[in-house]
């Protein structure tokens, strides 16, 4: 609980207006409304087709529109959130291959959406700009990558993987596209949590037909986030697993040596001390 009764740091309730009230109770905000945008989720699933080409008419589709509402009104700012498109995968293998999509098949379907649309069609690039965000990047340049994504109508896709929950905090970003839902739902929640931060943001969660899983979350999908965080997997109690002590004994022992005089009438080094 927080200091204030509407506002727990999760969420925050805000006043209706009588307008806003119906004889069944007051109505569900959106996130489209103006006053206090949050993240829509929109859940994407094609029977016999492929990922992959699921993947390549979703993102064309999006950098296309966004690009021609651009070309109408080059002076729309609020457009800059959805500019950027960060494509998310639970694999490098899974990234690696959308990384060959924007050679050749995100370009080729791009261009076939600009000759059949009957408005001016939007400057487009030979190949889209991308920036890996992966475990692939070295540590030293991440600095200037997190620095680059910062500007205004910058990189055109993002691909990344499941660093992009821990440590990415940049504000303008406000599409995701989800490829497969991740295997935890405290993991999709980093993931999809770091988009739509300051004015909104779209989560479109691409989902494989062919496999349980993610058609489960498919049909289940409104009834799934309209309580996300109630389906965060417990912490495992298990605290003499192999990975738990190889992860503990280090600093257990560390720990036991800086307190320690003497162990089993050894005497433990002074340097432990320092």
Request: aromatic fraction near 8%; proline fraction near 7%.
């Amino acid at each position: 609980p927080g200091s204030i009764i509407d506002d727990s740091f999760w969420s925050r309730h805000r006043s209706l207006e009588p307008s806003e009230l119906s004889g069944d109770g007051p109505i569900e905000s959106h996130p489209d409304d103006c006053s206090d945008p949050g993240r829509l989720y929109v859940g994407l699933c094609a029977p016999g087709v492929s990922m992959r080409s699921t993947l390549v008419h979703c993102w064309s589709s999006a950098y296309h529109h966004i690009r021609e509402r651009h070309n109408e009104d080059p002076d729309s700012q609020e457009l800059d959130q959805f500019w950027t498109l960060v494509g998310y995968f639970n694999a490098i293998k899974e990234l690696a291959g959308a990384q060959t999509l924007l050679g050749q098949d995100i370009p080729e379907r791009i261009g076939r959406i600009n000759q059949t649309s009957n408005r001016e069609p939007p400057p487009v690039t030979e190949r889209p700009s991308y920036m890996d965000l992966s475990s692939r990047a070295s540590s030293t340049a991440l600095p200037s990558m997190l620095s680059r994504l910062e500007e205004e109508f910058g990189e055109d896709f993002v691909l990344t993987t499941s660093m992009f929950g821990t440590g990415v905090d940049v504000t303008r970003l406000g599409l995701l596209a989800v490829s497969g839902q991740p295997k935890t739902t405290s993991s999709y929640i980093q993931a999809t949590g770091r988009v739509g931060r300051s004015s909104g943001g779209l989560v479109i969660s691409m989902f494989r037909a062919g496999r349980p899983r993610d058609l489960n979350h498919y049909e289940y999908f409104t009834g799934y986030h309209r309580g996300l965080y109630r389906h965060v997997e417990p912490v495992t109690v298990q605290p003499f697993s192999p990975k738990a002590v190889e992860r503990m004994v280090g600093p257990a022992m560390v720990a036991l040596l800086r307190q320690s005089r003497e162990i089993l009438g050894i005497e433990v080094s002074r340097r432990w001390m320092s």
